[in-house]
């Protein structure tokens, strides 16, 4: 099993920036607006996930720890489908009102860490980009 580990750090508070990776069902599209074009619940525990490209995912829910702020989700099929994957998404303080975004994900077969590592690099971008530049992260 391959896994694709990522970090940023987004000069936002882990509250606003959690406030998004902790929405579930709409934090895709918050996230990565223009990557992700929908994100939907189709069960309580599932969402359905569409790029930009056509890829769709579906995801289901793991982990929601609103105390650690950390999200744990597994792509379980559609147009993409792994072997296995399981992917945790985690924000956390750093420093004076910062926050370090940090994502793994763990996937077979290993060749899906080059795809997959690199739409994690656009989608940190935007992410960071978009939070930025929004006043979802005034302090």
Do not use: Y
């Amino acid at each position: 099993m391959a896994t694709v580990h990522k970090e940023i750090i987004i000069d936002a508070d882990p509250a606003a920036v959690w406030a998004i990776i902790g929405d579930f069902t709409d934090g895709p599209t918050r996230m990565a607006p223009g990557l992700v074009t929908d994100s939907r619940l189709d069960e309580p525990d599932v969402r359905v996930v569409t790029f930009a490209d056509g890829t769709v995912a579906r995801e289901r829910l793991i982990t929601l720890d609103e105390e650690t702020r950390r999200l744990v989700f597994s792509v379980i099929g559609d147009t993409m489908q792994p072997t296995h994957d399981n992917a945790s998404m985690q924000v956390v303080a750093h420093g004076d009102g910062r926050s370090r975004f940090v994502w793994i994900h763990d996937v077979q077969p290993d060749d899906l860490t080059i795809p997959m590592g690199a739409v994690m690099d656009h989608g940190l971008s935007i992410f960071k980009q978009t939070v930025e530049s929004s006043s979802e992260h005034l302090r």
